[in-house]
């Protein structure tokens, strides 16, 4: 999709879409990425989350639950509605708040 050769479309029923090119506990060693993304003013949201989630809860709905829930409750909320769409795989959800 970064590279324009899919559309996220395309991305979620592609067959490639559950190959792992990374992974912690593997090796002894693990390359990371690193980067760094100041919040650009307050109250902005990092939202960190699993695949569990994004391949089972729709884009607009993320950004619903995000916009309607209290913060406090927004992991917990994210990942029910993970599980009520099916929750195919295991779902972890980390919210960080500037």
Same mark, same amino acid.
């Given at each position: ?9 395309? %991305? ?10 990374? %992974? ?12 760094? &993304? ?49 929750? %195919?795989?295991? &779902?972890?959800?980390?919210? &960080?708040?500037?």
């Amino acid at each position: 999709v970064d590279q324009g050769k899919m559309t996220p479309e395309q %991305a979620r029923s592609d067959p490639r879409k559950h190959i792992i090119t990374r %992974a912690l506990g593997v090796d002894e060693s693990v390359q990371m990425d690193l980067d760094t &993304v100041p919040f650009s003013e307050p109250g902005e949201l990092l939202l960190l989350c699993s695949d569990g989630l994004t391949n089972m809860v729709e884009t607009d709905e993320i950004q619903h639950l995000i916009e309607t829930t209290p913060f406090v409750q927004l992991p917990e909320t994210l990942v029910q509605a993970a599980v009520s769409h099916g929750g %195919a795989d295991n &779902v972890t959800v980390v919210a &960080v708040l500037e």
